[in-house]
């Protein structure tokens, strides 16, 4: 069955979305608003409350990746092309159970998602106020990858420093992070012609006005 985009961005006329690279503030500010308005709070990889209850390799295999891979070490030790292939294909299979999830969830109350669903996907489904592009240098995104106190990248440095070359396995690592964060897709978002914000300033907090300027965008400061 096919379900043609104007009648889902019909249902989806209460969600709001935010895009773009890693270390913007995406996490932070989904979390702020959705405090500071009581909004629903669909936060990274939320999809996967029921993805991983649905999910088949036939037709996400992608998603199924972890389940039937061989082992940590074929994960950590992928091209960085094979990496950025399966980035992609996992958004465009998660694309379809963020959409339903936000069917779902969105007809009597705002929600405010962390959202990985690829630009033409969007473009397609929401209007203007309701996506927000957020963007940091990509060697934030690259640097800082196993700075943060986050159990998932501390056993994926764990995996890593069990390799037979743990340098050469984390400098390959990497370049999987890089060219997924690259030039290439910074461009494709700073160039997608919805709102953008882009992260210059990484020392001074700037939480608070940048939460103003996504309300004022989303049209929340009258909610």
């Given at each position: 069955m096919k379900i043609d985009n104007?009648?889902?961005?019909?249902?989806?006329?209460?969600?709001?979305?935010?895009?773009?690279?890693?270390?913007?503030?995406?996490?932070?500010?989904?979390?702020?608003?959705?405090?500071?308005?009581?909004?629903?709070?669909?936060?990274?990889?939320?999809?996967?409350?029921?993805?991983?209850?649905?999910?088949?390799?036939?037709?996400?295999?992608?998603l199924c990746y972890f389940e039937t891979m061989k082992d940590w070490q074929e994960f950590v030790n992928r091209t960085p092309e094979e990496y950025e292939k399966w980035i992609i294909g996992g958004a465009q299979e998660a694309a379809e159970f963020e959409v339903a999830e936000l069917i779902r969830i969105s007809q009597k109350q705002k929600v405010i998602v962390d959202t990985n669903i690829p630009l033409a996907i969007l473009r397609e489904i929401a209007d203007y106020h309701q996506v927000a592009v957020m963007l940091s240098p990509q060697a934030m995104s690259v640097e800082k990858f196993f700075d943060r106190e986050d159990p998932d990248k501390a056993f994926l440095k764990a995996q890593i420093m069990k390799a037979e070359d743990p340098k050469k396995t984390m400098e390959n690592y990497k370049a999987c992070i890089a060219i997924v964060n690259g030039k290439k897709y910074y461009d494709e978002y700073a160039k997608s012609g919805f709102f953008t914000l882009v992260r210059t300033d990484t020392v001074r907090d700037t939480k608070s006005e940048t939460l103003e300027i996504l309300a004022t965008h989303f049209k929340l400061n009258g909610f």
């Open positions: 104007n009648i889902i961005k019909h249902y989806l006329k209460n969600v709001m979305f935010i895009t773009g690279t890693a270390y913007a503030g995406k996490s932070t500010m989904v979390a702020m608003l959705a405090d500071k308005y009581g909004l629903i709070q669909c936060g990274e990889n939320y999809h996967a409350r029921v993805a991983d209850d649905v999910k088949v390799p036939e037709y996400q295999p992608n």
